[in-house]
């Protein structure tokens, strides 16, 4: 794959504000294994290697298990994540394929079951935040770093 533009090299002013606002969004309060899992997840969904590959790698420097990040797929299936992880990945799931799931009402009940309505915002921010990066690295084809496999 070859990439399309740098965003951050064509747009440096708009690129530098949209990575601040970013960052400003891990000091948020919500719990860092929650938010990894829900950058991943949206980044699964939207098929952004570049995403995928930073946001593990994160999350297991941050301690999240591989199993977990494994089976986040196919999450409603595991008894590893808990009702607030199942409520915000059930969320970022219906707003990120938004013209499908149009954020069903009982989505948002469960979703009202585990996060305060300041979390609730806090938590859309992020969902929002990791779809347009999504966007931004697909749409112009960042690729992922390569790792050099080692000869045995």
């Not at 860092?32 to 790698?57: K, Y």
Request: aromatic content about 8%; charged content about 25%.
């Amino acid at each position: 794959m070859t990439p399309r533009l740098n965003a951050l090299a064509a747009a440096p002013a708009l690129m530098k504000s949209w990575l601040e606002f970013s960052q400003s969004l891990k000091h948020m309060g919500l719990e860092e294994s929650l938010m990894a899992l829900v950058v991943t997840r949206a980044s699964q969904i939207n098929g952004c290697a570049f995403c995928l590959d930073m946001h593990t790698a994160d999350a297991r420097k941050r301690g999240e298990t591989e199993q977990r990040l494994y089976l986040l797929d196919a999450w409603r299936d595991s008894p590893l994540y808990s009702d607030r992880e199942r409520a915000a990945l059930a969320w970022t799931e219906a707003l990120t394929l938004l013209p499908e799931t149009r954020a069903p009402d009982d989505v948002y009940q469960a979703l009202k079951g585990q996060f305060s309505e300041e979390e609730q915002v806090k938590l859309t921010l992020l969902i929002v935040v990791i779809n347009g990066w999504n966007r931004i690295q697909v749409g112009f084809r960042a690729v992922h770093p390569v790792e050099q496999r080692q000869a045995a």
